[in-house]
């Protein structure tokens, strides 16, 4: 069964270091989202992506936040300047049509 | 505003035991639902969705009930395994706008014991 995989599983990095969090969609898919979740907190949603360009993103993804998707099989979200306060799991997730969103398993971010 | 909330942060049930866990809404404008489960170091997994022109969906032992008339959703689960156990969220999605973004609620823990 497809599935959603992202890498790495988990990313230790320094305050202020830029950090790219890397996710593959299921290959059909056309809506790709990143949501993150603070320990214990529930997933929140940072910012979707349709047709290369943003669709929809959060109060929570500002200026220091920035997606991609390269080539056809990679997304990817990248943090310019990391906080203390980024340290969260990581979500990816696709979708063929408006509607059901798979999850990947995650990146635990840890920043120091 | 919009909010997605679970009405009881842990369940413990018996193996073998139905499970209902609940969860209210207050955006009357949401499409779709959907239930995931979370276990610990995971992603959330799709157990079921229902659109909001539906009452009920049943799937593989889980059936999802939606009352529109007092935004209320809930997972039935029957006969309850330890596999079960996890971190159960109700999400909603209002797909006008092109965004889909999810909004989930805080989540219900449910133990299965044995």
């Known amino acids: 069964e497809p599935e959603v995989t992202q890498t790495p599983s988990h990313q230790v990095t320094q305050m202020g270091q830029e950090v790219i969090l890397r996710c593959v969609p299921i290959s059909n898919h056309l809506y790709f989202y990143w949501y993150r979740q603070i320990l214990g907190q529930k997933v929140e949603f940072l910012v979707s992506f349709y047709n290369n360009e943003i669709s929809e993103k959060s109060e929570i993804f500002d200026d220091q936040f920035s997606v991609e998707r390269p080539d056809g099989s990679n997304f990817t979200l990248k943090i310019r300047s990391t906080k203390l306060e980024d340290s969260a799991m990581y979500f990816c997730a696709s979708s063929l049509s408006t509607d059901t969103q798979y999850f990947g398993p995650g990146t635990r971010l840890t920043v120091l | 505003g919009e909010s997605v909330g679970l009405h009881l942060p842990t369940l413990s049930v018996q193996e073998g035991d139905n499970s209902i866990i609940n969860c209210a809404y207050s955006n009357s404008a949401s499409d779709y639902f959907i239930w995931y489960k979370q276990e610990s170091g995971k992603g959330p997994q799709f157990i079921i969705d229902?659109?909001?022109?539906?009452d009920k969906r049943q799937g593989q032992r889980v059936t999802v009930l939606l009352n529109k008339t007092v935004k209320h959703l809930s997972l039935q689960i029957a006969a309850t395994q330890p596999g079960d156990s996890a971190v159960y969220f109700c999400?909603?999605?209002?797909?006008?706008?092109?965004?889909?973004?999810?909004?989930f609620g805080t989540g219900t823990q449910l133990k299965v014991e044995l």
């Open positions: 999400a909603e999605i209002k797909q006008a706008g092109g965004g889909n973004k999810l909004t």
């Open positions: 229902i659109r909001s022109n539906m």
